[in-house]
């Protein structure tokens, strides 16, 4: 492929020694772009790949002076490997971990009472983010607000009395010889960096950086006086920060450039794109490859159908099974499996083996934990999923699935297509509009829908641009009868 403009300037600026943030749109070809960069020059590289999975791929396609790795291999290599034998251990309420830390009894601060188990969740949560961050120290501001208490005054007294039980808790965790805290992949990715550790290369390549923790983009800056950095990603697909992740493209110190043509779809899609990019107010636009006639229509036997929630997916799973289709689960149903049948083993009344719920004694103490635990917000969907259709349904369900390259069809969430793509495309039901805004006083009548945020908007895109050839809007169809989506008139023929 003869390389555009926007990739010969990327090549140009890179052997020119520039320190580089490349916005890369949906199916620019960044890969290729980063693969053309590392090929330009003699020198040794490291690409730092977001997954597992990415970083294999990358290792097959770059020239062998580039090492592909994700930053917790990394991290583990140096530090992580001595906490080894503390990684998946068994889960337990947060509550449990609180009163092994000391935290047994409650406080009042105010006219509210703080449960010893809100005390202990605030401890964890403290904990992540401290993870999450750039700070040396564990301190105040680590530590979350909660409802209720959210003057200065009332966070101080829980400040208080929560911080020395998070440096506590740290302290646990920063023991390679045992704790009571569950040690996590982040934590050894944190005490890395604690180390300011210095990556061995003349230049580093961050793939997906528009999802890159403040941990992880101190750590890449750091090696600026010895080796030079591009950063590339997509700022529209910043969809982790509920998990700590933030956009670091934009106030990068070098060189910014774009790559706004994709060679996955054509005109009429990139349009599409362009109505979610422009809500997000992304700092790119997408041109559509001419050549390509990706077309905005149903699809009634799609290769993909793309979910906004687990809950979701497994839903269409059921849906598709029941339709006769042969069915592919991204990510695969082996979790799935085991997880459903220790959920059938713990609502027959027997104790489950499996490490995520062998510590619950019944299904109701998990459904509480799963509800009201932040700790356990992960398990919720499951949780109402084996509710709604017990346990046996959703074992019969995983019984069926295909491997993805024997299915007719393959149902995943948005945020595990991400970086994939099909040739036709069904965005599914529960992408739902924004909830009408309030009446006005005196006359009963609602003033419209309320605006989409950036954060839905940025999933949405990322869900429209995997189609190739044709893309169902499907749960996305309202967006043209939304103020929000009408383009302005210099972005409707891009």
């Known amino acids: 492929m003869i390389p555009t403009d926007e990739q010969t300037a990327a090549v140009d600026a890179f052997r020119a020694g520039h320190h580089l943030a490349l916005q890369a749109g949906s199916g620019t070809g960044k890969t290729r772009t980063l693969i ?22 990358a290792a097959t396609r770059f020239p ?42 409650g406080i009042r601060i105010g006219d509210r009472a703080v449960t010893h188990k809100a005390l202990s969740d605030t401890v964890l949560r403290t904990v992540a983010c401290y993870c999450h961050s750039a700070d040396r120290a564990l301190d105040r501001h680590h530590i979350p607000r909660l409802r209720g208490l959210d003057t200065p005054a009332l966070h101080a007294q829980l400040a208080s009395v929560v911080l020395p039980f998070a440096r506590r808790a740290w302290a646990d965790i920063s023991d390679p ?28 390549l961050l793939d997906e950086a528009q999802d890159t923790n403040p941990v992880l983009e101190q750590v890449f800056t750091a090696q600026r006086d010895h080796a030079q950095l591009v950063m590339v990603g997509d700022s529209a697909q910043a969809i982790y920060g509920w998990r700590g992740a933030r956009d670091v493209m934009t106030g990068f110190d070098g060189q910014h450039l774009s790559l706004s043509r994709s060679f996955r779809f054509g005109p009429r899609l990139a349009e599409e794109a362009n109505r979610w990019l422009e809500i997000a107010r992304a700092p790119i636009r997408l041109t ?38 042969h ?52 398990l919720k969907p499951f ?15 995983v019984d069926r699935l295909s491997p993805e390259a024997d299915a007719d069809v393959t ?31 005196g006359n009963g009548q609602s003033s419209g829908p309320c605006p989409i945020s950036d954060s839905e908007a940025r999933l949405a895109y990322v869900a429209v641009t995997r189609a190739r050839d044709r893309l169902d809007l499907g749960g996305l169809s309202w967006i043209h009868d939304h103020p929000d989506g009408h383009l302005p008139p210099d972005r409707e023929d891009q």
């Open 36 to 57: 053309l960069l590392a090929s330009s020059t003699p020198r040794r590289g490291r690409y730092l790949a977001f997954n597992k999975d990415i970083a294999r791929d």
């Open 64 to 105: 062998s002076t580039v090492a592909c790795k994700t930053a917790h291999a990394l991290a583990f290599a140096t530090v992580g490997h001595r906490y080894a034998r503390r990684l998946n251990s068994a889960r337990q309420p947060g509550w449990k971990t609180g009163r092994a830390l000391g935290i047994t009894q």
């Open 177 to 204: 010889d045992g704790g009571v805290v569950r040690f996590e992949h982040d934590h050894y990715l944190k005490l890395w960096a604690l180390t300011e550790p210095r990556i061995d290369a003349d230049f580093l």
């Open 288 to 325: 559509g490859t001419t050549s390509i006639p990706t077309e905005i229509a149903p699809v009634h036997e799609p290769d993909a159908v793309l979910c906004r929630t687990n809950v979701g997916a497994v839903t269409q799973v059921m849906k598709y099974l029941a339709a006769g289709h």
């Open 327 to 378: 069915v592919s689960l991204a990510g695969g149903g082996g979790s799935l499996r085991t997880l459903a049948i220790a959920a059938r083993d713990l609502t027959a009344g027997r104790r489950p083996w499996h490490p995520e719920l062998l510590l619950f004694p019944n299904w109701g103490e998990l459904q509480d934990y799963a509800e009201h635990d932040p700790a356990g917000a992960d």
């Open 383 to 397: 949780v109402d999923l084996i509710d709604q259709h017990g346990p046996e349904a959703l074992l019969h369900a």
């Open 411 to 441: 149902i995943s969430t948005a945020h595990r297509a991400k970086g994939r793509e099909w040739a036709t495309v069904l965005i599914a039901g529960d992408f739902e509009p924004p909830k009408p805004s309030r009446q006005q006083p």
